[in-house]
DNA sequence: AACTAGGCT
DNA sequence: GTATAAGCCTAGTTG
């Protein structure tokens, strides 16, 4: 699918998706082994805090409500909003049952009631204790390490993670900081994390042969700030805050196959104003636009559409008369070559990582690879080697892969998953 | 087990 | 007129 692309000077290993993922999984079963250190002490008291906060709010939504309903549940949550205390539904999106109480629509009405906030705030907490701060104390082993089980999904080509997932480890607000400070690296050691950045923009750009995000890339300009220069009609060094925002959301909504109506909803913006972006976007993105097309009509043409490695994502409901159905499954072949060829580069990035580790220069190290997330590795390093190893793992994840973008990797190292800082 | 919700990339 | 952003995992409620 991809041979036009691979005359175009980029570099790939010789190597098939199934002999990646064959030789990812070794690497794997030792990272599982080795596991992440836990500061359980700190997790249980930030559960204890957690604890006291969500009762507090529960009196509070209680009491607003006049009604000790079960805030847990969405039919009474609705019964509440809707029939009780008669906040607006026109705007809120439905679910089979009724009107949704998603946080995303409760934001909506936030001004309606004083109620939401509070109910808004109970539901964070309460993720955040049940998902993570109650059970992974009781997940680590003898040494308070954590061992996740990974796989590697065979619809996508991505790693996963379960049990527990390691992937999803809180990171937004104030608690996010505060949990990911209990991932801790041991004695004598620190954590780093390497990022690619905006490796799935990368990939489309190349994939796509799209030449005003090539050249952007080329020359290290911010990928956000450029599309909304070119959105907005102004100079790169007059864009807004706001306006690379909304750029963001536009370039990673394009990878998706979002439509005026989703960024409209992602963005509080209006349908006009979503859509105009959207053109411009395509007008500016010749090559993005052409890629869209002419993947949705390969998978329809074949049933199925492939990686830069061979990667195969079938589908049999392109031609569904069920319009939502087609359009699913279209959107899902124009991100499956993007996400999967990103989940590729990862891969062999690792493999090669695990390969160089343990020749002569290194096999003295006590270096661990210890997590994968989608874009990241994280690993666990004496402190005396961090220097040595980041430029390691930064040159193997920039260089086992060129595509003909550059590919830029970012480093960060800390004592613990909460405080890393640029190297 | 279905449904809703919500954590992450 | 209808639905509308790719993917993963986990938890609570309900029947």
Redesign the pocket.
């Given at each position: 699918m991809w041979s036009h692309i691979k005359d175009k000077g980029i570099k790939l290993p010789k190597i098939t998706a199934e002999e990646i993922d064959k030789k990812v999984g070794p690497v794997l079963r030792a990272m599982e082994k080795e596991g992440i250190l836990l500061n359980v002490s700190l997790l249980n008291d930030l559960a204890q805090k957690t604890e006291i906060r969500i009762a507090k709010l529960e009196k509070e939504i209680h009491k607003i409500a006049k009604s000790d309903f079960?805030i847990?549940?969405?039919?009474?949550?609705?019964e509440v909003l809707f029939t009780k205390l008669k906040l607006p539904t026109s705007e809120l999106?439905k679910?089979?049952?009724?009107?949704?109480?998603?946080?995303?629509?409760?934001k909506k009405i936030e001004k309606e009631h004083k109620i939401i906030k509070p109910i808004?705030e109970y539901?964070?907490l309460?993720?955040?204790?049940?998902?993570y701060l109650?059970?992974l104390p009781k997940m680590v082993d003898k040494q308070s390490r954590l061992h996740t089980t990974y796989?590697q999904?065979t619809?996508?080509g991505?790693i996963?993670?379960?049990?527990?997932?390691l992937?999803?480890?809180?990171?937004?607000?104030e608690w996010?900081e505060e949990i990911r400070k209990a991932f801790i690296a041991g004695p004598g050691n620190v954590l780093i994390s390497a990022d690619y950045s905006q490796i799935e923009l990368r990939v489309v750009a190349c994939l796509a042969g799209d030449t005003t995000m090539i050249e952007a890339f080329s020359n290290g300009i911010d990928i956000h700030t450029k599309t909304a220069a070119e959105i907005f009609n102004t100079e790169l060094d007059k864009v807004t805050k706001n306006q690379r925002r909304i750029a963001k959301?536009v370039n990673?909504?394009v990878?998706?196959?979002?439509?005026?109506?989703?960024?409209s909803?992602?963005?509080s913006i209006s349908?006009e104003d979503a859509a105009k972006y959207i053109n411009k976007y395509f007008e500016t993105h010749t090559g993005i636009k052409k890629y869209c097309e002419d993947t949705a009509l390969y998978a329809k043409k074949n049933g199925y559409v492939e990686t830069l490695f061979g990667f195969k994502r079938y589908f049999t409901n392109l031609n569904s008369p069920f319009?939502?159905v087609a359009?699913?499954e279209r959107?899902?072949a124009i991100?499956?070559p993007v996400?999967g060829t990103a989940a590729e580069i990862l891969k062999l990035a690792m493999i090669e990582l695990n390969n160089k580790l343990k020749t002569k220069n290194y096999q003295l190290s006590t270096t661990k690879m210890l997590l994968t997330?989608?874009?990241?590795i994280v690993l666990e390093v004496p402190k005396k080697e961090v220097n040595k190893i980041a430029n390691l793992v930064k040159e193997i994840m920039e260089k086992t892969v060129l595509l003909c973008v550059p590919i830029e990797v970012s480093v960060s190292t800390g004592k613990s998953l909460g405080d890393l800082t640029d190297l």
């Amino acid at each position: 699918m991809w041979s036009h692309i691979k005359d175009k000077g980029i570099k790939l290993p010789k190597i098939t998706a199934e002999e990646i993922d064959k030789k990812v999984g070794p690497v794997l079963r030792a990272m599982e082994k080795e596991g992440i250190l836990l500061n359980v002490s700190l997790l249980n008291d930030l559960a204890q805090k957690t604890e006291i906060r969500i009762a507090k709010l529960e009196k509070e939504i209680h009491k607003i409500a006049k009604s000790d309903f079960n805030i847990g549940s969405p039919v009474q949550m609705a019964e509440v909003l809707f029939t009780k205390l008669k906040l607006p539904t026109s705007e809120l999106k439905k679910t089979k049952t009724g009107f949704s109480t998603a946080a995303s629509e409760l934001k909506k009405i936030e001004k309606e009631h004083k109620i939401i906030k509070p109910i808004l705030e109970y539901r964070e907490l309460s993720k955040l204790l049940s998902t993570y701060l109650l059970p992974l104390p009781k997940m680590v082993d003898k040494q308070s390490r954590l061992h996740t089980t990974y796989g590697q999904d065979t619809t996508t080509g991505r790693i996963n993670s379960n049990n527990p997932n390691l992937q999803n480890i809180p990171i937004k607000g104030e608690w996010g900081e505060e949990i990911r400070k209990a991932f801790i690296a041991g004695p004598g050691n620190v954590l780093i994390s390497a990022d690619y950045s905006q490796i799935e923009l990368r990939v489309v750009a190349c994939l796509a042969g799209d030449t005003t995000m090539i050249e952007a890339f080329s020359n290290g300009i911010d990928i956000h700030t450029k599309t909304a220069a070119e959105i907005f009609n102004t100079e790169l060094d007059k864009v807004t805050k706001n306006q690379r925002r909304i750029a963001k959301t536009v370039n990673f909504g394009v990878l998706y196959g979002m439509s005026p109506y989703g960024l409209s909803q992602a963005l509080s913006i209006s349908q006009e104003d979503a859509a105009k972006y959207i053109n411009k976007y395509f007008e500016t993105h010749t090559g993005i636009k052409k890629y869209c097309e002419d993947t949705a009509l390969y998978a329809k043409k074949n049933g199925y559409v492939e990686t830069l490695f061979g990667f195969k994502r079938y589908f049999t409901n392109l031609n569904s008369p069920f319009r939502n159905v087609a359009e699913s499954e279209r959107r899902m072949a124009i991100n499956a070559p993007v996400q999967g060829t990103a989940a590729e580069i990862l891969k062999l990035a690792m493999i090669e990582l695990n390969n160089k580790l343990k020749t002569k220069n290194y096999q003295l190290s006590t270096t661990k690879m210890l997590l994968t997330i989608h874009d990241e590795i994280v690993l666990e390093v004496p402190k005396k080697e961090v220097n040595k190893i980041a430029n390691l793992v930064k040159e193997i994840m920039e260089k086992t892969v060129l595509l003909c973008v550059p590919i830029e990797v970012s480093v960060s190292t800390g004592k613990s998953l909460g405080d890393l800082t640029d190297l």
